[in-house]
C-alpha cells in the first residue's frame, strides 16, 4: 500500500512540476488553539530543488488523467509515455498531515489533469480541501487550481477553503493558444479568473464590514504564462500581463520557459530548441518594475518593441533609453526617483531617504546601504561624485555595465522566480525575496 | 527628550548576559551619566576591571520593560531589532546595542534609520543576518515522530546548528504552528533545546516552551512508521527537480551545505 502511494507521488509530483508558483505567501491564517498550522502572509521556502527553485508546498496532481490534449502539457492526452494514476482524496490529505506535521511544508498545491469533467474534477479537489479543513483542524496553506469550466458554485466552495486560487492562461495569446491545446479558449480562462476576483472583492467587502465573515482565497489569485511553446513577443506578453494585474487584479503572474520534451509537432522540437531561461528571467525583472516599481508598461517594453533587451535587465534598458533623466541626485530625489535608478532597489532607495534626514549622503554610504555600484555609478550624482558619461554617450555606459560578456549570454543565477513576497517580523526582507529585489534592481 | 550620553572609556558595566539585563544596564549607565565603553558578565569578572570604573548591574524586568516600551515609541520594531543583533553573539555588540539605544533615546527614529550612523547600519545588517537564520531554522528544521512504547505518547523531535542563538526567535512561529504537538528543537551548537508542552499536559502556570539544556532532555526510539514518511519526503524531493533547469550554483545560495546535515531530504536514506 504504502509503496503505491510513493509511486503515484513520483508520478503525480513530476507531472506538477512545471507549474511554476509555490507562493505561500498573501493570506494570513490564524490557528485555533487546537488546530494544526498558519499561514505567516510572509510565506517559507521550506527547500529548494536543484534547479534552485523553491519548494514550499506539495504541489501535486490529484490524477494526470486528462481528456485535453495540449501539446505543452506532459500529462497530454495523446502522451503515451507517462503512466496514468490518481490519488485518492485519503491519500492526498495523510500526505499533506504527514509533510506538514514534519515542518517539510507550509501546504499544499493541488492541481489536476481533468479526468473527467471540470465539475467532477473540481469536486475532488473540493473534497481534499474540506477534508484537512474540517476533518483536521488545518490552518496551513492550500492553493487549489481551478479547472477551466467549473462552475460557480464548486468556485465559490473552492475559494472558502483555499488561501490561493489560480487559473493557468499558459499560452499569452489566444491564437497561440488555440494553435497548441485545440479544446481550449480564452474565454474558458478568463471566466473562471473574474469569477474568482469578484468573490475576491466581495469577500473583502465583506469582512471591512463584519471581520467574521468568512474568506474568499485571501492570499489572491495568480496564473502562468508559458514562453517559448508558442511565437508571442516580450512586449505582446507584458501587454497580456498588465491587463491581468489591472483588470483581473491578480496578485502575481508566473513565466516559465518552455522545457520541449518532445513527441509533440505542434511545438518547439527538443533537438533544435533550448528553454528560454535568460528570457523568463528577464520577463520576471520587467514584471517586478511593473508591479512593485511603479513602471508603465510603455516605460518597459516600449510600444512596437519585440522583445527585452537581453544585454542588461529592464531598468537599465530603460535609463539607457532615457539618458536626459540622469543622472539623479541621492541627496535630492524622491524615493520614486531613486527606485528608478539602475542598481537602487526598494530598501536601499529607503535607506538613502532615511539616512537623508540626518545628513548629507556620500558616495562611500551607498556601499554600505547595499546600492549596487557597478551599475549605479553611472545615473546617481553625490556632493562627491559626479558622473558625466549618460549626459554624453549613453552607448558606452552600456558598454561599461555590460563588461566583457558576449551579446545574449546566459545569467541563470537568478531565473527563479521570487517564492516570497513580504518579510519576516522585523521588516528583514527574506533571503528569497530579496534576492528577486536584487534581480530587479 | 535628552542629549546623546557620553562614553566613558573607563567605564564597564557587568549584567547576567540577557537582553533585559542589558537593557536594565542602559537604564543604569543613563543614570550615571556615561555608556561603558565594554559591557562583561557578572559571573565572569573581565581581566581589564582593576584599572578602570565597573557598574554591576541586576537584571531588572521593570527597568528593562520601561526601556522597551520607551524605545517602542520612538520606532516600532527597534526593540525586536536590537535583540536580534544581540543574539548574534558577536563582541562588542552590546556596547553597539547601548549606543544605538541612546542614540534612539536623543535623536529619535531618524537615527535609528540612519545607515551613516554606524550603531544603526551595524544593528541593522546584524539583526538582517540573525533574522534570515531564524526564518531558515523556520524552514529547514525537520521534526521526526517518536513514540513511547508504554504510554503511547507522542514526541516530535528536530535537531539543528543555527550560526546564530535564534531559538528565542523560533518560540513564537512554532508554537502557534504545532500547538498540540509535543515538539522540541535542539541547537546542536549550544547544546540547547526549545522544548515545548502542549497544553493539556501541562502545569497551570507553567509557559508553554521554555529553553534548556539538551542534555536534560531524553527520547524515546523514533515511530515504525518515520522512515517511510522520510522516503516519501524524498521521493517527492526528487521528483520536482527538473534535470533542464539543474542549478546548483543557485541551490547552494538557498540551501548552504551548513544545512545538509539536518536536512531530511540530503540524506541517503540507507537506514530506511
Not at chain 1, 503525480?12 to 485555533?32: H, I, M, P, T, W
Not at chain 1, 520557459?257 to 505542434?266: E, V, W
Amino acid at each position: 500500500m504504502r509503496r503505491q502511494v510513493i509511486e503515484k507521488l513520483e508520478i503525480l509530483a513530476d507531472a506538477a512540476k512545471y507549474d511554476a508558483s509555490c507562493a505561500s505567501s498573501g493570506g494570513k491564517r490564524e490557528n485555533s488553539k487546537t488546530g494544526i498550522g498558519n499561514s505567516t502572509g510572509a510565506g517559507i521556502c521550506h527547500s529548494y530543488t536543484e534547479d534552485g527553485r523553491c519548494v514550499s508546498l506539495l504541489k501535486v496532481l490529484f490524477s494526470n488523467v486528462c481528456i485535453y490534449d495540449c501539446a505543452y502539457c506532459v500529462s497530454r492526452r495523446s502522451n503515451e509515455e507517462v503512466t496514468r494514476v490518481a490519488f485518492t482524496v485519503q491519500e492526498v490529505v495523510d500526505l499533506t498531515m504527514d509533510f506538514y506535521k514534519r515542518n517539510y511544508i507550509e501546504g499544499l498545491f493541488l492541481s489536476s489533469g481533468i479526468f473527467k469533467d471540470a465539475d467532477t474534477t473540481t469536486e475532488k479537489l473540493v473534497a481534499v480541501a474540506r477534508s484537512l479543513r474540517h476533518d483536521h483542524g488545518f490552518n496551513g496553506y492550500i492553493h487549489l487550481k481551478v479547472i477551466p469550466g467549473a462552475s460557480a458554485e464548486l468556485l465559490t466552495a473552492a475559494g472558502r477553503l483555499a488561501d490561493r486560487l489560480s487559473v493557468n492562461v499558459e499560452i499569452p495569446s489566444e491564437v497561440g493558444l488555440k494553435s497548441v491545446a485545440p479544446e481550449k479558449d480564452y474565454a474558458q480562462v478568463f471566466g473562471p479568473m473574474a469569477t474568482v476576483r469578484d468573490g475576491i472583492d466581495e469577500a473583502k467587502e465583506e469582512r471591512q464590514k463584519d471581520r467574521r465573515a468568512p474568506r474568499f482565497a485571501a492570499g489572491g489569485q495568480s496564473t502562468q504564462l508559458v514562453v517559448g511553446a508558442t511565437p508571442e513577443s516580450d512586449r505582446q506578453v507584458l501587454e497580456l500581463v498588465d491587463g491581468l494585474y489591472s483588470e483581473q487584479k491578480l496578485r502575481r503572474v508566473y513565466y516559465s520557459g518552455f522545457i520541449a520534451l518532445g513527441g509533440d509537432d505542434r511545438v518547439p522540437d527538443p533537438e533544435t530548441y533550448r528553454a528560454p531561461l535568460h528570457r523568463e528571467h528577464r520577463l520576471y525583472q520587467a514584471d517586478w518594475l511593473l508591479r512593485k516599481y511603479g513602471f508603465a508598461l510603455d516605460e518597459v517594453a516600449p510600444p512596437g518593441s519585440e522583445n527585452l533587451d537581453d544585454e542588461v535587465d529592464p531598468k537599465t534598458a530603460y535609463a539607457l533609453r532615457f539618458p536626459e533623466l540622469f543622472p539623479v541626485d541621492v541627496n535630492a530625489a524622491p524615493v520614486e526617483w531613486l527606485q528608478r535608478v539602475p542598481g537602487l532597489g526598494i530598501r536601499s532607495s529607503k535607506r538613502i531617504i532615511a539616512a537623508r534626514r540626518r545628513g548629507v549622503v556620500r558616495w562611500a554610504d551607498l556601499r554600505a546601504m547595499g546600492v549596487v555600484l557597478k551599475r549605479a555609478q553611472h545615473f546617481l550624482v553625490t556632493p562627491d561624485h559626479k558622473p558625466h558619461l549618460i549626459g554624453q554617450d549613453p552607448g558606452a555606459v552600456r558598454q561599461r555595465i555590460v563588461g566583457g560578456r558576449a551579446a545574449g549570454s546566459p545569467q541563470l543565477s537568478l531565473f527563479a522566480p521570487a517564492p516570497l513576497a513580504g518579510a519576516v517580523p522585523g521588516g528583514v526582507a527574506t533571503a528569497a525575496s530579496g534576492a528577486a529585489v536584487r534581480a530587479a534592481a | 527628550m535628552a542629549a546623546a550620553l557620553p562614553v566613558d572609556a573607563t567605564l564597564a558595566v557587568e549584567t547576567d548576559g540577557s537582553f533585559p539585563g542589558l537593557l536594565s544596564a542602559y537604564a543604569a549607565a543613563y543614570r550615571h551619566g556615561a555608556l561603558p565603553a565594554s559591557v562583561g558578565r557578572l559571573d565572569e569578572p573581565a581581566p581589564g576591571a582593576l584599572f578602570g570604573q565597573t557598574l554591576p548591574v541586576a537584571s531588572d524586568a521593570a527597568l528593562a520593560g520601561r526601556v522597551e516600551r520607551g524605545l517602542e515609541r520612538v520606532k516600532p520594531g527597534l526593540v525586536g531589532r536590537l535583540h536580534r543583533a544581540f543574539l548574534s553573539e558577536r563582541p562588542g555588540m552590546e556596547v553597539t546595542v547601548l549606543r544605538l539605544v541612546d542614540a534612539a533615546q536623543a535623536g529619535g527614529a531618524v537615527a535609528a534609520e540612519d545607515w551613516t550612523f554606524e550603531p544603526a547600519r551595524v544593528v541593522a545588517q546584524w539583526s538582517g543576518r540573525v533574522g534570515r537564520e531564524a526564518h531558515r531554522m523556520e524552514a529547514f528544521v525537520r521534526f521526526e515522530r517518536h513514540t513511547d512504547d508504554e504510554s503511547g505518547a507522542e514526541r516530535w523531535a528536530a535537531v539543528a546548528r543555527p550560526e546564530y542563538h535564534v531559538l528565542p526567535l523560533l518560540t513564537e512561529h512554532f508554537a502557534a504552528r504545532y500547538p498540540t504537538m509535543a515538539w522540541r528543537i535542539v541547537d546542536a551548537r549550544r547544546r540547547l533545546a526549545l522544548v515545548h508542552t502542549p497544553e493539556p499536559d501541562r502545569q497551570p502556570g507553567e509557559p508553554a516552551t521554555v529553553i534548556v539544556p539538551a542534555d536534560t532532555l531524553d527520547l524515546p526510539e523514533a515511530a515504525p512508521d518515520e522512515a517511510a514518511a522520510q522516503a516519501m519526503w524524498r521521493a517527492y524531493f526528487q521528483a520536482v527537480t527538473i534535470p533542464e533547469r539543474r542549478n546548483l550554483r543557485l541551490h547552494l545560495r538557498h540551501v548552504p551545505k551548513r544545512y545538509w546535515p539536518y536536512l531530511t531530504e540530503k540524506q541517503t536514506g540507507d537506514q530506511a
